[in-house]
Nanobody
């Protein structure tokens, strides 16, 4: 099993910054992809950003230039630095990892952390 612990959400004014972190633990052989998704009320969950074990990144168009995803492989931790936050960034943010255990890849979700951006 894999456990994900998220932290860093909160309330911030528009234009402000927040940094989310997600640490994975358990019987992990390796983690291929780590990412952040978000879900606003009444909307579907959407990909915000993802990063591979080699450092390749992918961002939603709505956050390009404002958010930066990074990871520390030695600690199985992924970060999301969010700058120039907008009210439309308000959502519950979920960490997602694709981890290899006993040569099989599984997907895991964090519990979610609320990000609220006030105008």
């Amino acid at each position: 099993q894999v456990q994900l612990v998220e932290s860093g959400g909160g309330l911030v004014q528009a234009g402000g910054s927040l940094r989310l972190s997600c640490a994975a633990s358990g019987s992990i052989s390796s983690i291929n992809v780590m990412g952040w998704y978000r879900q606003a009320p009444g909307k579907q969950r959407e990909l915000v950003a993802a990063i591979t074990s080699g450092g390749s990144t992918n961002y939603a168009d709505s956050v390009k230039g404002r958010f930066t995803i990074s990871r520390l492989n030695a600690k199985n931790t992924v970060y999301l630095q969010m700058n120039s936050l907008k009210p439309e960034d308000t959502a519950v943010y979920y960490c997602n990892v694709k981890a290899v255990i006993m040569m099989v890849q599984y997907g895991y979700w964090g519990q979610g952390t609320q990000v609220t951006v006030s105008s």
